[in-house]
């Protein structure tokens, strides 16, 4: 059904294309839903709106998040050509924003290269891969230039440990 179309029934949700869709979901998120809006489907469009930012201009490409004084992550949107570098690890923090994982003993200036190999190839004719390739390259040279670059380790863990809550165990009381 067309936005602008006048059916029989009760009067549109959304001023835009829809369509009905039917899936099922776990009891949690439905009742998640409820807090956000009584109108499951406006609640999961208000959910999907504020997960992709739908305002794409508000979202840099790459930014340098601060974490403690003097130190700063780099963290970017999605991109196939990054997904491409097979060492290259990118560890979603949240939808849509990545934190960039690369091997330990891996040196900066070697991703340099990849992200302008990749720029001059792949992401050539797609503006937003190029753009977003040459502003990480920009950030990691002129980071690099001054010297303020350090590495560090994130931990990673099987996410099959936590499937189930870890039980509880109470110390020996025996002497």
């Given at each position: 059904m067309k936005a602008t179309q006048n059916a029989i029934g009760r009067p549109p949700k959304f001023a835009e294309a829809r369509r009905p869709?039917?899936?099922t979901l776990p009891e949690r998120?439905?009742?998640h839903l409820t807090?956000?809006?009584a109108d499951r489907a406006r609640a999961i469009v208000k959910v999907t709106n504020a997960a992709v930012r739908c305002n794409k201009d508000d979202v840099p490409l790459v930014e340098t998040v601060e974490v403690a004084k003097g130190q700063a992550l780099i963290v970017v949107g999605p991109s196939r050509s990054l997904r491409s570098i097979p060492w290259l690890r990118l560890v979603e923090i949240t939808p849509t924003r990545y934190l960039l994982a690369i091997p330990p003993g891996t040196?900066?200036?070697?991703?340099?290269?990849?992200i302008l190999d990749k720029?001059?190839?792949d992401a050539g004719e797609?503006?937003?891969?190029?753009?977003?390739?040459?502003?990480?390259?920009?950030v990691l040279r002129a980071?690099?230039?001054r010297q303020a670059?350090?590495?560090?380790?994130?931990l990673f863990v099987c996410p099959l440990a936590f499937s189930k809550s870890p039980a509880v165990t109470k110390p020996d009381t025996k002497p």
């Amino acid at each position: 059904m067309k936005a602008t179309q006048n059916a029989i029934g009760r009067p549109p949700k959304f001023a835009e294309a829809r369509r009905p869709v039917t899936f099922t979901l776990p009891e949690r998120t439905l009742r998640h839903l409820t807090a956000i809006d009584a109108d499951r489907a406006r609640a999961i469009v208000k959910v999907t709106n504020a997960a992709v930012r739908c305002n794409k201009d508000d979202v840099p490409l790459v930014e340098t998040v601060e974490v403690a004084k003097g130190q700063a992550l780099i963290v970017v949107g999605p991109s196939r050509s990054l997904r491409s570098i097979p060492w290259l690890r990118l560890v979603e923090i949240t939808p849509t924003r990545y934190l960039l994982a690369i091997p330990p003993g891996t040196a900066v200036d070697s991703l340099e290269v990849a992200i302008l190999d990749k720029a001059e190839s792949d992401a050539g004719e797609d503006p937003y891969e190029r753009s977003l390739l040459m502003n990480l390259y920009r950030v990691l040279r002129a980071s690099r230039q001054r010297q303020a670059v350090t590495k560090a380790e994130i931990l990673f863990v099987c996410p099959l440990a936590f499937s189930k809550s870890p039980a509880v165990t109470k110390p020996d009381t025996k002497p």
